[in-house]
């Protein structure tokens, strides 16, 4: 089992930044890769950006140029630094890794204010 937490949200006014981090704990020998998503109210969950144990990245098209994703494998930690932050990118974010299981975080609020 993984168990993953993550931190950083909280309420920015548009334009602003904010660094979201999830650490990985438990059965942490095989994970591969890691990512954000999240869900906006009355939306499905999307996908924000992944990244591989390797370092390859993918994101969203709508948070391209904005967000950035990172990971330490060391401390089993993924990052995402968001920039020029928009009221649209309003939502809950996930943490998610997989192995040969999925696994999601409890989620945090990113509030942006217009």
């Known amino acids: 089992q993984v168990q993953l937490v993550e931190s950083g949200g909280g309420l920015v006014q548009a334009g602003g930044s904010l660094r979201l981090s999830c650490a990985a704990s438990?059965?942490?020998?095989?994970?591969?890769?890691m990512g954000w998503f999240r869900q906006a109210p009355g939306k499905q969950r999307e996908l924000v950006a992944i990244?591989?144990?390797?370092?390859?990245?993918n994101y969203a098209d709508s948070v391209k140029g904005r967000f950035t994703i990172s990971r330490d494998n060391a401390k089993n930690t993924v990052y995402v630094q968001m920039t020029s932050l928009k009221p649209e990118d309003t939502a809950v974010y996930y943490c998610?890794?997989?192995?040969?299981?999925?696994?999601w975080g409890q989620g945090t609020q990113v509030t942006v204010s217009s």
């Open positions: 998610w890794c997989v192995t040969s299981t999925n696994y």
């Open positions: 438990g059965s942490t020998f095989g994970i591969g890769t």
């Open positions: 990244i591989t144990s390797g370092g390859s990245t």
